[in-house]
């Protein structure tokens, strides 16, 4: 399957609110947009622990960490700033 590109209309920096998941109704700032897989990450939002293995040649020690996951762009929606709800349009 080949990975086309597709125009979104969240951009980085945006605020917006979770409409579908199990972080639903709370709001975040995007910190990254993918296109191609037409997902989003939130700051703070969708937090997943991941454990990694130590790696002697960076010096990386091994452990849990968290991170935030991509959230497809479909369970989220922008914030309006004059009413603080989600909306479908660009202000």
């Known amino acids: 399957m080949e990975a086309t590109t597709t125009k979104m209309k969240l951009k980085k920096g945006d605020q917006v609110v979770i409409i579908a998941g199990k972080e639903k109704g709370k709001t975040g700032t995007v910190t990254k947009v993918s296109p191609s897989t037409n ?3 939130i700051a703070g939002l969708n937090v997943i622990k991941k454990a990694t293995k130590p790696n002697p040649q960076t010096g990386e020690g091994g452990g849990i960490i968290e991170k ?3 959230i497809h762009a479909s369970n989220v929606m922008l914030v309006d700033a004059k009413t603080g709800k ?3 349009k660009r202000a």
């Open 39 to 41: 997902r989003v990450v």
């Open 68 to 70: 935030e996951a991509p």
């Open 86 to 88: 989600g909306t479908r």
